[in-house]
C-alpha cells in the first residue's frame, strides 16, 4: 500500500470519524514516515513513536530499537509533523528491555522524547 492510497482508503468513509493511527516504525519496513506523514496529513488522529534499523538484513524484533537507535530520519519526521500541523498525542513502544538495570531505558526513552520534541538540544562545550 501507498501513502496516497492509504488516503484514499480513509476519504472513501466520507467520515471525519474515520483516520489513521500511525507508527513510525512499522512504516520504516518498507518505507519512510516522513514520506507518509506529508500525504496523510490531517487524516492522522494519533502517532505512534517506534524506532527501526534499516542496517542489516535482520527484519525480526531486532530490528525495532530504542528511539534514537536506529536509522529512522527524526528531524525529517518531525519537521513532516510541523508542516501537517500535527497536534494530537504521541505515543512510544520498545520491545527490548535492557537486561541488566531495565527502567534506564524508561530515562533514555524521555531524554530522547525531549530531543525529538526540541525540549533538550545538545550544545558542546
Do not use: C
Not at 2 to 15: H, I
Not at 77 to 95: H, K, P, S
Not at 100 to 113: C, G, K, R, W
Amino acid at each position: 500500500m501507498t501513502p496516497q492510497e492509504m488516503a484514499d482508503f480513509v476519504d472513501g468513509f466520507g467520515s471525519d470519524h474515520v483516520k489513521v493511527h500511525f507508527d513510525t516504525g512499522n512504516i520504516m519496513m518498507y518505507q519512510y514516515p516522513e514520506h507518509w506523514i506529508r500525504i496523510l496529513g490531517s487524516r492522522i488522529q494519533n502517532v505512534h513513536l517506534k524506532e527501526f534499523t534499516k542496517k542489516g538484513t535482520d527484519t525480526s524484533l531486532e530490528s525495532f530499537r530504542p528511539l534514537l537507535d536506529g536509522t529512522t530520519n527524526w528531524p525529517a519526521v518531525m519537521q513532516a509533523f510541523t508542516e501537517v500541523d500535527y497536534r494530537g498525542y504521541l505515543t512510544f513502544e520498545y520491545f527490548h528491555p535492557y537486561e541488566h538495570y531495565p527502567e534506564a531505558l524508561v530515562f533514555q526513552t524521555s531524554d530522547s522524547l525531549d530531543r525529538l520534541l526540541g525540549r533538550k538540544t545538545y550544545v558542546p562545550s
